[in-house]
């Protein structure tokens, strides 16, 4: 079963640009989270989705944004990029159903975004 | 709000000895923790994990241990090896389903 899937891996944008990564989740997985991943910071908890419903989200800005299609991939943006922005991306997918935790989350490899 | 506390932040042993992290957290509600191992250049991946019905659970040289009176839960892993080199995470889940990880560990296993 080929697992989380990420593109681009790596991606340099201007200040002030936007940017989308994209996420295709383990064929079966419903559920996509997406992490910032710095340094400094850890892993954040983004957003996730389920069933193209965002059913849960972090502490960021409205500059961040995301969706799910119907085949349960993902996307997420990021408009008027800044350079805090640097940072490993990653998306996540399980088959977590309904409100209640019942399955590990699987990682992607992450997109390496960097902002100058 | 929820919040992961995990110790120490680097941890180095020599090949062969027992390296053990430990995580705090501080939502009662949260049921579910797994650990995820994060190697150079990859994505955390999931190498055990423990739900609050649970005291132990061991696979092979990795186990994990929940104290829910305490609210902290530690990894051990026996016999290290330097291919458990890498940094690795706690995390734990409330009936949100929000993971909240900490904020990672780097073990360094010296040969």
């Known amino acids: 079963k080929a697992g989380v899937t990420q593109t681009p891996r790596y991606l340099i944008k201007t200040r002030g640009q936007q940017v989308t990564l994209s996420c295709s989740p383990i064929?079966?997985?419903?559920?996509v989270s997406w992490y910032q991943q710095t340094p400094g910071q850890g892993l954040q908890f983004l957003f996730e989705?389920?069933?193209?419903?965002?059913?849960n989200k972090g502490n960021f800005p409205g500059r961040f944004s995301g969706r799910q299609f119907s085949n349960s991939r993902s996307e997420m943006n990021v408009s008027t990029l800044e350079l805090g922005d640097s940072a490993l991306y990653l998306c996540?997918?399980?088959?977590?159903?309904?409100?209640?935790?019942?399955?590990?989350?699987?990682f992607g490899n992450g997109t390496r975004l960097t902002v100058t | 709000g929820e919040n992961v506390e995990q110790h120490p932040s680097t941890l180095s042993v020599q090949e062969g000895d027992s390296a053990v992290i430990k995580c705090t957290y501080s939502?009662?509600?949260?049921?579910?923790f797994p650990w995820y191992k994060q190697e150079l250049g990859k994505g955390p991946q999931l190498i055990i994990d423990?739900?609050?019905?649970?005291g132990e659970k061991k696979d092979q040289r990795i186990a994990v241990t929940l104290n829910k009176t305490a609210k902290h839960f530690s990894l051990h892993i026996t016999e290290t090896q330097p291919e458990d080199s890498a940094v690795y995470f706690c995390?734990?889940?409330?009936?949100?389903?929000?993971?909240?990880f900490g904020q990672g560990t780097e073990l360094s296993v010296k040969p």
């Open positions: 989705y389920f069933s193209e419903t965002q059913r």
């Open positions: 423990i739900r609050s019905n649970v």
């Open positions: 939502d009662s509600a949260s049921n579910y």
């Open positions: 996540a997918s399980s088959l977590a159903q309904g409100r209640s935790y019942n399955s590990p989350l699987h």
């Open positions: 995390a734990g889940i409330n009936q949100g389903g929000k993971l909240i």
């Open positions: 064929s079966g997985h419903r559920s």
